[in-house]
């Protein structure tokens, strides 16, 4: 059953809504916008009907705080109000309404529109959905067109993406960065982390398999995989516009081997200075890496792949980000017997 919110100071217009609801949804009548986003905290509405003209905090107010917030944003609203000007119409539509119902309303006319409306927006979530799934195959073809190439690496893709996952989960959840992670949608960030290698399409076959050690000439050619990713994205990004997810691969393509004491590559951003989505990258990168066999090595034990971890501390890697690593450490060595 679909919930609605229905936010009015006025209790005949709560009541009369309720009336021509409960019967087919569950309805939440709320006297100000206060007490909305107080029960928001507890129950997400698939729609909400929100009066205009309220005391406290008036329905536009409360419209662009719903839309600043990241767990808000999506919720669909209809405002309820009495005005009919085309300003007060102009204003609502940019600041995102789905419509506007005029008061007094009719019990019949109030149903009818809520129906028409909660169709039309599982029209368009049902069609959201298969575009996700669509970029996701696109993304997943991709990721697999760079890791087919590259046949030293088996499975790192899949790997760096799940151990990405376990590691912001648990920055967020130590409160280590997670002002700006709160930001996040994890899945999708973990999700366009499998594309920090994708400028490794752009090299030769004769260096990125090459079964042992590369001379100082090739090393330089393997670097230009960074600003390669970083070119390659921007290019999807300039055809699809799909921003939030392709910036975020952006940054994991491009800054997955900086170094926190200034020494990575391709910019040698320093600290700070280098993208979160770097720093944490940078880490799960080297701990796969060092775990994992290669032609040239040995896979190097969980404590030992820990130890060289430990001595990058303040060099390579980000003191905060590498000390929530040691705190769950032992997941991703489950993670990695299970190879």
């Known amino acids: 059953m679909k919930t609605i919110f229905v936010v009015d100071d006025n209790d005949v217009n709560l009541l009369t809504a309720e009336s021509a609801l409960s019967k087919e949804y569950r309805v939440f009548t709320l006297a100000s916008a206060s007490d909305m986003f107080d029960f928001l905290k507890e129950v997400i509405p698939d729609l909400v009907l929100l009066d205009i003209v ?23 609203v209809i405002f309820l109000t009495s005005r009919n000007d085309a300003a007060t119409e102009s204003l609502g539509f940019e600041l995102g309404a789905m ?14 529109r809520i129906r028409t409306h909660l169709k039309i927006e599982n029209i368009i979530r049902e069609r959201t959905q298969n575009l996700k799934k669509l970029k996701d195959s696109i993304i997943t073809v991709l990721a697999n067109m760079v890791e087919s190439r590259d046949t030293l690496t088996g499975q790192h893709i899949e790997r760096t993406t799940m151990y990405i996952k376990i590691l912001l989960e648990a920055m967020l959840d130590c409160g280590i960065y997670s002002k700006e992670i709160e930001q996040w949608d994890l899945e999708m960030v973990a999700s366009s982390a499998r594309l920090h290698d994708i400028g490794k399409i ?34 999807i990004i300039a055809q699809s516009g799909d921003e939030m997810f392709l910036e975020n691969a952006k940054l994991f393509a491009g800054c997955h081997h900086e170094r926190w004491d200034g020494t990575g590559y391709p910019n ?69 017997l299970c190879r």
């Open 54 to 76: 309220m005391p406290d905090m008036n329905g536009f107010e409360a419209m662009r705080q719903l839309k600043s917030d990241e767990k808000y944003m999506g919720i669909p």
């Open 99 to 112: 419509d506007f119902i005029s008061k007094p309303f009719s019990e019949p006319v109030l149903l009818n």
């Open 202 to 235: 752009v090299i030769t076959d004769l260096i990125l398999n090459k079964p042992g050690k590369l001379s100082p000439e090739e090393f330089e050619v393997i670097k230009t995989h960074a600003v390669e990713g970083q070119r390659i994205i921007d290019s």
């Open 268 to 336: 040698g951003l320093k600290a700070s200075d280098i993208p979160l989505q770097g720093r944490v990258m940078a880490l799960v990168d080297v701990y796969d890496a060092l775990t994992s066999e290669r032609p040239y090595k040995v896979a190097f034990s969980h404590d030992e792949a820990m130890k060289i971890i430990k001595e990058g501390i303040g060099s390579q890697f980000d003191p905060k980000i590498v000390d929530v690593f040691l705190s769950i450490s032992e997941k991703f060595a489950e993670e990695s």
